[in-house]
């Protein structure tokens, strides 16, 4: 992709192991050789996503949803270094600044869709170029969705042009352990780590109910039932669990090193709280059945994806602490996603539990403002006060919450990543539309500007140089 002012470098390179780090010392013996061990591989595919702010840029007198609760009026928003530097009013522009008129303006932070596919599911929708489920084994936890990501999918430019600034690209749903998850800023990219998130955990994509049973059981292998599917979940884990204490062992008295095994890994990741679970699940039995194994094997689990009835035990979830990525108004297409209520992302906020919108789609996240309105609403209609200041976190707080990164985006606060959508009014109107939007304070799309409206190296000969199509 082709856009103007970006830089893009090497400087955030190799990620600190931090907590993810196990080693040998304090009682470690003298002479003996230090090991340390990282389940995640923060040293393997590092993020060489960087970004330089061209020009501070001043937003005067807007709408704010800040994705902390507030609606602010007629102030001011300054992005300087690529961060969030102040909020309030009659602001002054530092020199060279980029000013922009707010009023009659909402900003807010950037759109976090926690279920995109983009890059293994990308457009066109050919045979050849759908590499996102390996469909091979229940359990293919090996495998990483970075390495199918193709980044000249045209559907990237398209959810930017929607206000998405980040996103989580998973696995597919076929395998009881699909693989590893990547979130990505939506930035162009020669590579896929010049576009990952710095700092940002893997995930793990599980998946539970009809999928798994219905691949495997239709080749005659296990599972063919849910108790097929919750067994193979403890066998694997079960598995990792002894994985990790081989490492363990080898870390702290040496000896041969054990071989390594990259599905366990993964697993091993998460059992040591490095990685963490997104899991695509419908019913709600079956949500408490997984928080259930999850206890057995003291993981947790981030986010029931999809969840169709987490309304059934939205208080198990805020007890658990773990969040719910749903749909405004999707259902009814298999048996599992049958029993829904277009209230089920407000009933899991009122349970004071972590709800959010998310896509599982190339349209859905064009709009994913659209579908926050459309939950809103049926929210009000169900009885429950909930106010655009407070819907704005189901798009942003609370998907960053459930990637672990909340304490560098999600919300308009002072000292966080300037990932920035401007709004021609609120954005839960569907006569709004996308403005601007601001990654890390660099003007990425300008609804205004063709120049900044950036478009896939795949789509030329396609569009011509003005972005029409030929």
Known sequence: MQLH???FGRGIAALLCASLLVSACGEKKAGSEQRSLDFARLDAFPSTYSVTQSQPVLIQDATLLTGT???????DLLLKGGKIAKIGQDLEAPKDALVVDGKGKWVTPGIIDVHSHLGDYPAPSIESSQDGNEMTSPNTAQVWAEHSVWTQDPQFPLALAGGVTTLQILPGSANLFGGRSVTLKNVPGRSVQDMKFPGAPYGLKMACGENPKRVYGGKGTSPSTRMGNVAGYRNAWIEASNYKKKWEEYVEKGGDEPERDLGLETLAGVLNGDILVHNHCYRGEEMAVMMDVAKEFDFQISTFHHAVEAYKVADLLAENNVCAAMWADWWGFKHEAFDMTEANIAIVDQAKACAMIHSDSGVGVQHLNEEVAKAMTAGQRAGFDIQPKDAVTWMTMNPAKALGIDKQTGSLEKGKMADVVIWSGNPFSVYTHVDQVFI????????SD???????????GILNAEGERL
Request: hydrophobic fraction near 20%; charge should be negative; charged fraction near 45%.
């Open 69 to 75: 609760g507030e609606q602010l009026e007629n102030t």
């Open 450 to 460: 063709k120049k900044r409206q950036p478009r896939s190296d795949f789509e030329l």
């Open 440 to 447: 890390d304070g660099e003007l990425m799309y300008d609804r």
């Open 5 to 7: 002012s970006r830089v």
